[in-house]
């Protein structure tokens, strides 16, 4: 009898449990919703970038380099930490080529040739390798919100997803390199998964379009994609990411110039 | 008179030896005249096609700019003030001005990219001051406010464009943003000056304004003098009444590099003259050696009659001028035959350089001409002449000291 009236309480116990949890859990979806639907331009981006931008990882990667016919393929391995950053090319043709970034600096060695060369000026403006990926672009910083004033065009669906598609210009006074970009952002996963870069003349210079994305540790990550250089006819220059670790354990002073030689 | 009237008669006395040894120096003085007439020639036009499409007579811009031109940067520009124009058109010698704005570009004809000098130009005043419009060889000058651009038939054939065709300036404006122009190629120029026609893009100034996002700024003030040689002095007289940050440049200063390259030229020049014409002074001392050894006994008797040592050297150095004097003027009338026919047919670079376009530093190409200085005409007569006396002394003095005893017995 006891035991009956104690098991109906819980019964009863669990009854209330069950509603308060399924009430919670609607009231947390409502108003994720909503939260999602009132998401500003800003927000959208922040959030991508909380997938997107990567403070500490060690990845190997692939990247394939079309030119007028031409196809290379580069592999590399690369360290991360903040604002530094060691790449070391892995491909037999360019072996041993590593790249060192220091916030604003950019340094390259050869191995061939045992030379140090710190990349400035002109150099900057360069394919990275040949690719349509410039220094430039690898220096530039990732806090876009800072540098841009986003604004959402609207939702639509690209390939498939539901995309944000936001338009971002140039906050005046900025020195950033280009002056409006155009970006389709998966409504559900908060990845890019297009971009396009225009000159202030309003010509498209860039456009990077993402190819794969894979939840990776628990984000989802773009991890094949492809960048083409608009003002140059059959180039493109594709990105594949072959392995990614977020939380690697990173050797010590591997972001220095003496580990670099 | 007697020892010219002698040294006169021993140079008839062996006609051919005076001839060959004369011919040394005359072939000595031909080189010279000709080498130093092609740098010359070389040097004129170098500057003259600075002056007149790359620099002018005399530029005035910020300090601060100047020291990074050759970077090609977007500040320290000068905002155009009337004061600062009035002052410039108070120079002496004021001919005209015009303004200038440098700029780096990238040039994009769809698969290819060139870095290259972007140069927005004051169509109104720009040929007032250069000679850019006399080199085009088709179309004709961008217009004001439009997109139209102008470039090298070189730079055009490099990368595939014709007049007429589009192609893409992507460059950075002063916030580092890039920008781009569609320039429409409205015309084609081939002047001397090779880097003008590989690297330069002539685009109107107030496009590239604009699109630069400089407003009004421009690089630089460039100002043509009624006279070359006022520059120098010019430059100093409007830098006394410039205020810093605002400096006079005269064409020398930003030809640098090439003035000290011509100055190290005229040096190179100088020691190749001093090493031929020490050839020919071997020419001459042994000349001078056999005549002597020839005329061993006569001078011997001489001495016996009185002769005093004194003037049989001057009779010999009497003869190694006589040679100087023949061989100087043979190696001018060689020399003038030589530039006349270098400036009437003038010399093809290309084929100098075996049809490439290396230019040895020197901003200029196609056919080339000599120039002529009398100066140097004088100064290498003079100096052959000294050196035939010179390299005569040593020998005659040692024939001179002879015993006349032995003189007359040397054998």
Known sequence: ?261 | MFFLKMAFKNLTRHKRRTLITALIIAFAILIYIMTEGLMIGMTEMSFNNIINLESGHLQVAKKSYWEDRKELPLDNLISPTEELENKIEKTTGFKAMTKRLNFSVRLNNGIDELPVTGVGIDLGQDRKVFRLNKYLVKGRMPREGSSEIIMGTKLAELMGFKNGDYAILLFRTDEDTFNTIDGEIVGLFNTPHPSLNESSVFLPLSTAQSRLNVEDKISHYAIRLTEQDQAIPAAEELNSRLKDPYHAYSWKDAAQSLVTMLEMQEIETQVILAIILTLAAVGIINTVILSALERMEELGMMKALGMHEREIVYTFMLEAAGIGIIGGSMGIIMGVIGLAIFNINGIDMSALTAGGDMTYGFPLKGTIYAGWELNSFIFVFLYGVFISILASVFPALWAARKDPVKAIYHR
């Not at chain 1, 970034?101 to 040739?113: E, I, T, V």
């Not at chain 1, 410039?134 to 997803?161: A, H, I, P, V, W």
């Not at chain 1, 936001?166 to 002056?179: A, D, H, N, Q, R």
């Open chain 1, 1 to 261: 009898m006891f035991a009956l009236m104690r098991n109906s309480e819980r019964s009863y116990q669990l009854k209330i449990l069950l509603i308060i949890s399924l009430l919670s859990i609607l009231l947390v979806g409502i108003t994720f919703l909503a939260a999602a639907q009132e998401l500003t331009a800003d927000e959208i981006i922040t959030r991508r970038d909380q997938n997107e931008y990567v403070i500490k990882a060690y990845s190997e990667s692939k990247m394939i380099i079309k030119n007028s016919g031409r196809t290379m393929v580069k592999t590399m391995r690369s360290w991360q930490d903040g604002e530094k950053a060691l790449v070391v090319f892995t491909n037999p043709r360019d072996r041993g080529t590593k790249f060192l970034k220091r916030g604003d600096n950019l340094w390259m060695f050869f191995p061939q040739a045992e030379d140090l060369v710190k990349i400035s000026g002109h150099m900057l403006e360069q394919g990275m390798m040949g690719s349509d990926f410039s220094y430039q672009d690898m220096l530039e910083s990732d806090d876009l919100t800072e540098l841009y004033n986003f604004k959402l065009l609207g939702e639509e669906k690209y390939k498939g997803r539901p995309v944000y598609k936001l338009e971002g210009i140039k906050v005046p006074g900025k020195e950033v390199s280009y002056y409006r970009r155009v970006v389709w952002i998966d409504k559900e996963r908060f990845v890019g998964l297009k971009e396009e870069l225009y000159a202030e003349s309003g010509r498209l210079l860039k456009e990077a379009v993402v190819l794969e994305v894979d939840k990776i540790e628990g984000r989802w990550y773009p991890v094949r994609m492809i960048m083409e250089n608009k003002l140059r006819k059959n180039t493109s220059t594709e990105f594949i990411i072959q392995k990614i670790n977020f939380n690697p354990e990173l050797p010590e002073d591997i972001f220095t110039l003496e580990r670099l030689r």
